[in-house]
C-alpha cells in the first residue's frame, strides 16, 4: 500500500528552523522524483524542492533557495526537508509527494502519491 506521512510541522518565530520527515512507502520505481510542496491560505499548491531519487539531483524554488534543503535517505523510507531562516510567507501546509515518471514541469498535477500534509506557521 502506497504511503507518505509527514511529520515535524509547528509554530516558530521567523528566523527560526524546522525540519520536516517524510516517511514513505512507495515501490522504487513509482518514486523517480520527490518533493516537497507547499498551500498556503488561499493560495495554489506550489512547489518548493524536489529531489530526483536516482541522481540526487535537486531543485528549489526562488523563494526558498539558501534557506530549504532537501534530502532523502532511501535506507530508511524517509524525506527531509530542512527548512532555516523561516518567514512568515513560509507559514502554509507542507506536502511530501512522489511522481512516478518525473516529466518535466514537475508542477502539483505531475505527482501521483501524498502525504496528508504537515502545518508550518512562521509568526513575525
Known amino acids: 500500500q502506497v504511503q507518505l506521512m509527514e511529520s515535524g510541522g509547528g509554530s516558530v518565530q521567523a528566523g527560526g528552523s524546522l525540519t520536516l520527515s517524510c516517511a514513505f512507502s512507495i515501490p522504487t520505481s513509482a518514486r523517480n522524483c520527490m518533493g516537497w510542496f507547499r498551500q498556503g491560505p488561499g493560495k495554489e499548491r506550489e512547489r518548493v524542492a524536489l529531489i530526483h531519487s536516482g541522481f540526487t539531483g535537486t531543485y528549489y524554488d526562488d523563494s526558498v533557495k539558501g534557506r530549504f534543503s532537501i534530502s532523502q535517505d532511501n535506507a530508511k523510507k524517509m524525506l527531509y526537508l530542512r527548512m532555516n531562516s523561516l518567514k512568515p510567507e513560509d507559514t502554509a501546509m507542507y506536502y511530501c509527494?512522489?511522481?512516478?515518471?518525473?516529466?518535466?514541469?514537475?508542477?502539483?498535477?505531475?505527482?501521483?502519491?501524498w502525504g496528508q500534509g504537515a502545518q508550518v506557521t512562521v509568526s513575525p
Open positions: 509527494a512522489a511522481s512516478t515518471w518525473c516529466r518535466a514541469p514537475l508542477l502539483a498535477a505531475d505527482f501521483d502519491y
